[in-house]
Protein backbone atom coordinates (compact mmCIF):
# COMPACT_ATOMS: atom_id res chain seq x y z
CA UNK A 1 0.00 0.00 0.00
CA UNK A 2 1.15 3.35 -0.72
CA UNK A 3 1.89 6.00 1.50
CA UNK A 4 -0.30 8.40 0.77
CA UNK A 5 -0.08 12.37 2.42
CA UNK A 6 -3.42 11.17 4.86
CA UNK A 7 -1.46 7.96 6.08
CA UNK A 8 1.40 11.03 6.99
CA UNK A 9 -1.51 12.58 8.70
CA UNK A 10 -2.33 9.73 10.44
CA UNK A 11 1.38 9.38 11.60
CA UNK A 12 1.51 12.28 12.31
CA UNK A 13 4.48 13.16 10.17
CA UNK A 14 2.50 16.18 8.88
CA UNK A 15 0.60 18.79 10.60
CA UNK A 16 -3.53 18.81 9.80
CA UNK A 17 -5.67 20.62 12.05
CA UNK A 18 -7.28 17.60 13.25
CA UNK A 19 -11.12 17.91 15.08
CA UNK A 20 -11.70 14.08 15.75
CA UNK A 21 -10.13 10.54 16.09
CA UNK A 22 -10.51 7.17 17.25
CA UNK A 23 -9.34 3.97 17.00
CA UNK A 24 -10.41 3.45 13.50
CA UNK A 25 -11.51 7.15 11.86
CA UNK A 26 -9.93 10.74 11.71
CA UNK A 27 -11.35 13.53 10.96
CA UNK A 28 -9.48 16.98 10.04
CA UNK A 29 -10.23 20.35 8.24
CA UNK A 30 -9.24 20.49 4.26
CA UNK A 31 -6.57 22.75 3.49
CA UNK A 32 -8.20 23.93 1.04
CA UNK A 33 -11.85 24.89 2.45
CA UNK A 34 -14.92 24.84 -0.11
CA UNK A 35 -17.15 26.07 2.11
CA UNK A 36 -16.85 28.10 5.34
CA UNK A 37 -17.25 24.12 6.96
CA UNK A 38 -14.64 21.87 5.14
CA UNK A 39 -13.54 18.82 6.99
CA UNK A 40 -12.43 15.39 5.42
CA UNK A 41 -13.47 12.11 7.30
CA UNK A 42 -10.88 9.13 6.58
CA UNK A 43 -10.67 5.54 7.74
CA UNK A 44 -7.62 4.34 9.70
CA UNK A 45 -7.45 1.68 7.24
CA UNK A 46 -5.67 2.38 4.28
CA UNK A 47 -7.98 2.16 1.42
CA UNK A 48 -7.20 4.04 -1.84
CA UNK A 49 -11.03 4.56 -2.96
CA UNK A 50 -14.29 3.79 -2.25
CA UNK A 51 -14.32 1.12 -4.97
CA UNK A 52 -11.74 -0.90 -3.45
CA UNK A 53 -13.85 -1.35 -0.45
CA UNK A 54 -15.29 -4.80 -0.22
CA UNK A 55 -17.78 -6.61 2.31
CA UNK A 56 -15.12 -7.04 4.53
CA UNK A 57 -15.74 -3.15 5.12
CA UNK A 58 -18.95 -3.27 5.44
CA UNK A 59 -18.90 -1.77 9.48
CA UNK A 60 -16.38 0.50 8.91
CA UNK A 61 -17.72 2.32 5.74
CA UNK A 62 -20.93 3.11 8.08
CA UNK A 63 -18.81 3.83 10.48
CA UNK A 64 -17.69 6.90 8.70
CA UNK A 65 -21.08 8.14 8.20
CA UNK A 66 -21.92 8.20 11.75
CA UNK A 67 -18.61 10.08 12.74
CA UNK A 68 -19.34 12.84 9.65
CA UNK A 69 -22.22 13.19 11.46
CA UNK A 70 -21.02 13.92 15.03
CA UNK A 71 -17.96 15.86 13.89
CA UNK A 72 -20.64 17.78 11.76
CA UNK A 73 -22.77 18.08 14.90
CA UNK A 74 -19.43 19.29 17.07
CA UNK A 75 -19.10 22.01 14.68
CA UNK A 76 -22.81 22.79 14.99
CA UNK A 77 -24.02 22.09 11.54
CA UNK A 78 -27.81 21.01 11.02
CA UNK A 79 -27.54 21.06 7.12
CA UNK A 80 -24.45 19.96 5.31
CA UNK A 81 -23.33 17.79 2.04
CA UNK A 82 -21.38 14.97 2.10
CA UNK A 83 -19.09 14.47 -0.68
CA UNK A 84 -16.52 11.08 -1.76
CA UNK A 85 -14.84 11.44 -5.08
CA UNK A 86 -14.02 8.02 -6.15
CA UNK A 87 -11.09 7.84 -9.03
CA UNK A 88 -9.43 10.76 -11.02
CA UNK A 89 -12.42 11.28 -13.73
CA UNK A 90 -14.35 12.73 -9.99
CA UNK A 91 -11.88 14.61 -8.93
CA UNK A 92 -10.10 12.20 -6.65
CA UNK A 93 -6.46 13.60 -6.17
CA UNK A 94 -5.66 11.77 -2.59
CA UNK A 95 -6.18 8.02 -2.86
CA UNK A 96 -6.60 7.13 0.64
CA UNK A 97 -10.55 6.79 0.92
CA UNK A 98 -11.69 10.61 2.36
CA UNK A 99 -15.59 11.67 2.96
CA UNK A 100 -15.72 15.61 2.11
CA UNK A 101 -17.79 17.32 4.90
CA UNK A 102 -19.18 20.37 3.66
CA UNK A 103 -21.09 23.12 5.21
CA UNK A 104 -21.92 26.41 6.31
CA UNK A 105 -23.39 27.61 3.04
CA UNK A 106 -25.69 26.51 0.51
CA UNK A 107 -25.32 24.22 -2.07
CA UNK A 108 -26.96 23.89 -5.56
CA UNK A 109 -27.59 20.29 -7.17
CA UNK A 110 -26.98 18.80 -9.04
CA UNK A 111 -22.95 19.56 -8.21
CA UNK A 112 -20.44 20.51 -11.19
P1 LIG B 1 -10.06 14.76 -3.34
O1 LIG B 1 -9.90 15.71 -4.49
O2 LIG B 1 -11.46 14.25 -3.18
O3 LIG B 1 -9.04 13.63 -3.40
O4 LIG B 1 -9.80 15.60 -2.03
C1 LIG B 1 -8.56 15.79 -1.46
C2 LIG B 1 -8.71 16.92 -0.51
O5 LIG B 1 -7.61 16.94 0.35
C3 LIG B 1 -8.77 18.30 -1.18
O6 LIG B 1 -10.00 18.93 -0.84
C4 LIG B 1 -7.56 19.03 -0.60
O7 LIG B 1 -7.79 20.40 -0.38
C5 LIG B 1 -7.33 18.27 0.69
N1 LIG B 1 -5.96 18.32 1.18
C6 LIG B 1 -4.82 18.18 0.48
N2 LIG B 1 -3.75 18.26 1.29
C7 LIG B 1 -4.24 18.45 2.54
C8 LIG B 1 -3.64 18.63 3.82
N3 LIG B 1 -2.30 18.61 3.99
N4 LIG B 1 -4.44 18.82 4.89
C9 LIG B 1 -5.78 18.86 4.74
N5 LIG B 1 -6.40 18.69 3.57
C10 LIG B 1 -5.65 18.50 2.47
Redesign the pocket.
Known amino acids: MSDT ?2 SK ?1 INRE ?4 IIYEDDQALA ?7 APT ?1 F ?1 VIPKKAIPKLSDADEGDQILLGYLLLVARRVAAQEGLEDYRL ?3 NGPG ?6 HL ?1 L ?1 VLGGRSFSWPPG
Do not use: E
Not at 14 to 17: H, P
Not at 28 to 34: G, H, K
Open positions: LFIIDADFRDINPQHLNINASQTIFHH
